[in-house]
Every structure is written in C-alpha cells, then in structure tokens.
C-alpha cells in the first residue's frame, strides 16, 4: 500500500509564507514526479508545482516567483514553500505523486488527503 501524507498547512496572514511536505510511504520500486495541485472553493483543481525525479519544476502561472518546490528524493518527500501568499492563495492543496510500486511495470497515479490553506488578515 502507498501512502502520500502531507502536513504545513494553516492560517497565515497576506505576504507571510509556509512550508508544505509530503511524504511517501509504503512498498514501491520509484518514484517519479511529485507535485502539488490546490482546489478553492467552486473552482476546478489546477497545477500549483510539478518536479520530476531529476530535479526539473513546472509552476503554475499564478505561483512563478513566488513558490518554489524541492524534494529529498532519499526521503520520498516533497516539499512547496510558498512566500508572498496572496489571499486568491487560499485552497485545500494536494500532493500528487507518480509511484512505480514494487512487481509493477509503470507507475499509478497517486493523493494525499489535501491540507487547508487559508490566507487572511
């Protein structure tokens, strides 16, 4: 069984910051890309970061500049620290991962739980 834990999300004021994780845990051969997605309410989920296993990042267009995203490939964690957060930043993000799991031949599509985010005075 694979697992995607997340944990950093909270209340934070305009222009603060924080640090999401995700960690995978379980049986699994690689994994591939890590990445990041929000949804807000009675919007369509949509892309905030993306790296691959290389070190590559994708950024959505509204977070360039402003988040970046790591991981700590040994550890099967992924990280998004987030600055100058807007209140348009305010969502329940997800951690998203492509895991290759132990006797399989490609990887599946994997989430974490979401973590709310809330930006306001």
Known sequence: QVQLVE???????PGGS???????????????VMGWYRQAPGKQRELVAVIISG?????GDSVKG??????DNAKNTVYLQMNSLKPEDTAVYYCNAHIRRLGMVGPNDYWGQGTQVTVSS
């Open 55 to 59: 070190g590559s990042t994708n950024y």
């Open 66 to 71: 402003r988040f970046t995203i790591s991981r």
């Open 7 to 13: 944990s950093g999300g909270g209340l934070v004021q």
């Open 18 to 32: 924080l640090r999401l994780s995700c960690a995978a845990s379980g049986n699994f051969a690689s994994v591939y």
